[in-house]
């Protein structure tokens, strides 16, 4: 069975500075992977995803992501965060089994920005 | 295009009581899946529904249920509704149901069980 972990659970950084946020996943065959947004009281945004191809994605507002397949992560990163990047981020690989689907996802990682 | 909508968005029941969520997808798309969100569990897949039928189902015991109508809209319904039931609710909608596509979310109905 697949699954996410996102090492941090909690991080604070200053406006201006960069981001990286980290997750790793655990999967038998080449993974769907993607990185979710979400804002208090809402739902999921499709930040960025990757299926194949170049290992470095880009998504909207900024962020990219970077798969690396020898050390199973796919770590997102923002070169310089907003104060309205603050939100929890959630990583996900989707598998595909028995003419079915799923998403499963990490446990988040809540984002604070410092004026 | 209109994004997936999920009704009510607040809901207030007690226990013992059932309750039914819906889901319209973004128009065209013909797979839906429920997701539960709590602060202790995270995101767990509930079911899949593809043209009317039910394709996979996470963990969770026989008192949730879904369908899928022939246009994709989707209800789920909690019947014997306990206090660990509350929760957000997410709904998402993909395309062709092929592996890999992007799901599009809802904004989620939160359930609230006193």
């Known amino acids: 069975a697949q699954s996410v972990t996102q090492p941090d659970i909690h991080i604070t950084v200053s406006e201006g500075a960069s981001l990286e946020l980290r997750c790793n996943y655990s999967?038998?065959?080449?993974?769907?992977l993607f990185w979710y947004v979400q804002s208090p009281g809402q739902g999921l945004q499709l930040l960025l995803k990757?299926?194949?191809?170049?290992?470095l994605v880009q998504g909207i507002k900024g962020f990219e992501a970077e798969f690396k397949r020898s050390q199973s992560s796919f770590n997102l990163r923002k070169p310089s965060v907003h104060w309205s990047d603050a939100a929890e981020y959630f990583c996900a690989v989707g598998a595909q089994g028995a003419g079915s689907y799923q998403l499963t996802f990490g446990k988040g990682t809540k984002l604070s920005v410092i004026p | 295009k209109a994004g997936v909508t999920q009704t009510p968005r607040y809901l207030i029941k007690t226990r013992g009581q059932q309750v039914t969520l819906s889901c319209s997808p973004i128009s065209g798309h013909r797979s839906v899946s429920w997701y539960q969100q709590t602060p202790g569990q995270g995101l767990q897949f509930l079911f899949e529904?593809?043209?009317?039928?039910?394709?996979n189902k996470g963990n969770f015991p026989g008192r949730f249920s879904g369908r899928q109508f022939s246009n994709s809209r989707s209800e789920m319904n909690v019947s014997t509704l306990e206090l660990g039931d509350s929760a957000l609710y997410l709904c998402?909608?993909?395309?062709?149901?092929?592996?890999?596509?992007?799901?599009?979310f809802g904004p989620g109905t939160r359930l609230l069980v006193l």
């Open positions: 999967y038998g065959a080449t993974p769907y």
């Open positions: 529904y593809f043209s009317e039928t039910q394709r």
């Open positions: 990757y299926f194949s191809g170049d290992t």
């Open positions: 998402a909608s993909r395309g062709r149901g092929l592996a890999g596509e992007t799901q599009y």
